[in-house]
């Protein structure tokens, strides 16, 4: 006999599954213009690393790292949600109206990112499980700002509804889509190396490996989103 609790489970996971196989489907279809949509995070992480890099204090260094990525990042996240919501739609010039929608938007997403970041820092100094927490439960943050046109406020509030009933396969799916794009950038590192090093190397791998993450967290806020209207 199946119980409320086994239908939940095979809920979570055929979620997981979907947002998973969804993602990397649109993902190589996509591939190059989701590229695209990471260098604008992924050309000034790159300087960024490198001149944190030159901190003679290693703590600082890391964190200056660390901060950068977390407010930088979410802002190519949050074209990409407009860029794959346009495709599924069959809409024109995504790439375009990606972009548009961030510049339009921008200060909005950076003061949210900001916050957030600084959100998950602060619980992760404390307990580390509150900073994991916060992380998780944010990653609809920029999705309800920029395809929903909302403000911080009720962003936040959205993305903690629509994260909270599905945490553990949210949960999951960062874990899974973060350690792929690691694994694969170390390969691309590793074989890219014997032509390319310096700054380019840095560059390619992290604009090679982002869509990886973005892709299926994009594809998870739409169909959260969606099933929630």
Sequence with gaps: ???PADQRSATSSDELASWLRDGWRIMTRHFPALVLIGLLADVPLTFISRSTGNIDNGFLSTFAGLAAIAIITPLAKAASIVAIDSWERERPSAVATAF???ARRL???LAASILWATGVFLGMGLLIVPGVIVL???QCLMGAIIQENRSILDAARRTV???KPRFLPVLALFLIVQATAGITSSVL???GGLVLDGWLL???TRALTSPIAFAPL???FLRSSAATR
């Design 1 to 3: 006999m199946t119980t």
């Design 100 to 102: 548009r929608a961030l």
């Design 107 to 109: 200060h909005v997403l």
């Design 136 to 138: 998780v439960l944010g």
């Design 161 to 163: 509804a629509l994260v």
């Design 189 to 191: 590192e590793a074989i």
């Design 202 to 204: 840095d560059v390619a």
């Design 218 to 220: 994009a594809v998870m």
